[in-house]
């Protein structure tokens, strides 16, 4: 039976999440640490990060400061107006396409270009990214296990390439809201190995096929690490050096974007109340809707536990709005997202009930599919 934080409303089913002897998740506890961080030292380290990267650009005559791995939502986008506009760097911004795009997306990534940002983007044979979405939806539910290798391949191998040796990823996520933090440096720094285990799953080669060979999967293989060694390529994470906050993260760039900044149309995306996270691609409202389906907590939870860590939102208020929207379907680009698996509805709902856990789900009188219990 599922538990839940005490002070957050996340359930003990997230995957590497642990609660602690008072029924306190890892990701709360976090969020207390970083009330003792003393972020102005933090700063002074980033300021001499920054020092060390303006020498670097100055004697090797580079074009380029650093790399940015950029979506175009609002954390990526905070990071390279940050860098470019408050520390005078020169980011690169690179963007592994979306699976599905989108016009929010591609609205966003235009006007940060208009604001004198140059930008590469990486899209992928869509034959095989389209067999790969597939596949992992049929395995693993999770269509974006082949795009969640390319966003941490691309940047990388874009930095070897450009002779870039310093990378700004956004939060360190098994930090931030629960998981397996491997060491104190991996807080810091990005390591092959937490992203090998905790983000991709497996090694990209091991997906060769009869339909797909290795020549296939160029995109999605991280670069080899003597090579990334030799180059000193780094990539370090924002929330290292400065507090994370995704609600002001969005605060910031609409400010600073004076509004040209897109959010959903309808003030809110399906099954959550925010309308600033995760737009650049119309599969996403499946990935977390059958994020609810596997560990029973949907993307309202997500959003909410995010503000309540950063006290920027009640416990009951978060209740509240992950009873109103956890389990809501993800109707809008459903078609869409059916022709890019190349499957029709009823395979769909056939393999979407093959990933329910039956430690948290059950059936009702009526036939469907009910929690057994929530929060």
Known sequence: MIKFCKKCIMPDSRPRIVFNNEGVCNACLYSEEKKKIDWEDRKREFLKLINEIAEFTKQKNSKYSCIVPWSGGKDSTSIALKLKLEYDLNPLLVTFSPLIENEIGVHNRNELSKMGFDSVMIKPNLKISRKLARRFFIERGNPKVAWDAGVNSAPLTV??????????????????????????????????????????????????????????????????ENELKKTNITAYYFSYFFKWSMLENFHYVEKTMKKKFKTHPNKRTQGTFTDFDSLDDKIDCLYYYMQYVKFGFGRATRDACRMLQNDQMTRQKAIELAREYDNEFPEENFKEVLEFLEMNEDEFELIVNQHRNNEIWKTSIDNKWKLINSI
């Open 159 to 224: 930095a070897l390439n450009y002779q870039i040796p310093y990378v700004f990823y956004a939060e360190h996520g098994e930090s931030e809201y629960g998981g397996l933090v491997l060491d104190d440096e991996s807080q810091k720094k990005r390591n092959i190995r937490e992203v090998i285990e905790h983000q991709i799953g497996d090694f990209p080669q091991n997906w060769v096929s009869n339909e797909i060979r290795e020549n296939d999967l160029a995109p999605y293989i991280y670069p080899d």
